[in-house]
């Protein structure tokens, strides 16, 4: 993301961050134990609790004074395509968000299944990261340009079983 805003007043995000990176040490530095389980829905609570940077991103006109979390388009994004991708899987969503608030690009890093055909695949990313897009922030005026363009599809690892499956705590 190209500018954060400022961290509004009683938010400590140095705290969660601080917290979240404890919780991930102290994970880490023991095998696991029996109740893994329940230890992973514990540090999945904080990790959910902590603050995250977001930029508001500029709706599509006559909407540009609705705003939008980067956040919660790249939470949509991924839904989407998790769902509707086969032999594939999101690993990260990266938006780059102008000084204006405009969305200038999307890149998206995929864990593709052994054998998926990419280029196929990375027209089926665009196509639906479109949908998204539209439906989140609004389709371009009539006879208008397309006001964001997914840029990107890029494939980060491969995996000979199922890509949703891929283990996140594998990835480095």
Same mark, same amino acid.
């Given at each position: 993301?190209?500018?954060?805003? &400022?961290?509004?007043?009683?938010?400590?995000?140095?705290?969660?961050?601080?917290?979240?990176?404890?919780?991930?040490?102290?994970?880490? =530095?023991?095998?696991?134990?029996?109740?893994?389980?329940?230890?992973?829905?514990?540090?999945?609570?904080?990790?959910? =609790?902590?603050?995250?940077?977001?930029?508001?991103?500029?709706?599509?006109? %006559?909407?540009?004074?609705?705003?939008?979390?980067?956040?919660?388009? =790249? !939470?949509?994004?991924?839904?989407?395509? /998790?769902? /509707?991708?086969?032999?594939?899987?999101?690993?990260?969503?990266?938006? #780059?968000? #102008?000084?204006?608030?405009?969305? !200038?690009?999307? @890149?998206?890093?995929?864990?593709?299944?052994?054998? @998926?055909?990419?280029?196929?695949?990375?027209?089926?990313?665009?196509?639906?990261?479109?949908?998204?897009?539209? #439906? @989140?922030?609004?389709? =371009? !005026? %009539?006879?208008?340009?397309?006001?964001?363009?997914? @840029?990107?599809?890029?494939?980060?690892?491969?995996?000979?079983?199922?890509?949703?499956?891929? #283990?996140?705590? /594998? &990835?480095?």
């Amino acid at each position: 993301m190209s500018e954060f805003e &400022e961290v509004p007043d009683g938010v400590d995000l140095r705290r969660g961050e601080a917290d979240l990176a404890a919780a991930t040490r102290q994970l880490r =530095a023991v095998p696991p134990p029996a109740a893994s389980v329940e230890i992973a829905d514990r540090v999945l609570t904080r990790a959910l =609790a902590a603050p995250r940077r977001s930029v508001m991103v500029r709706a599509v006109p %006559p909407h540009d004074h609705l705003r939008v979390s980067s956040n919660v388009i =790249a !939470t949509v994004l991924r839904a989407r395509l /998790d769902a /509707d991708l086969r032999g594939a899987a999101v690993r990260r969503v990266l938006l #780059d968000v #102008d000084t204006d608030e405009h969305l !200038t690009a999307v @890149t998206v890093d995929l864990v593709v299944q052994y054998g @998926t055909a990419i280029a196929d695949l990375g027209a089926e990313v665009r196509a639906l990261s479109r949908t998204v897009l539209d #439906d @989140t922030l609004g389709p =371009a !005026t %009539p006879g208008g340009e397309v006001p964001v363009s997914v @840029t990107h599809a890029h494939v980060s690892d491969v995996t000979v079983g199922d890509p949703q499956l891929v #283990d996140p705590a /594998d &990835e480095t």
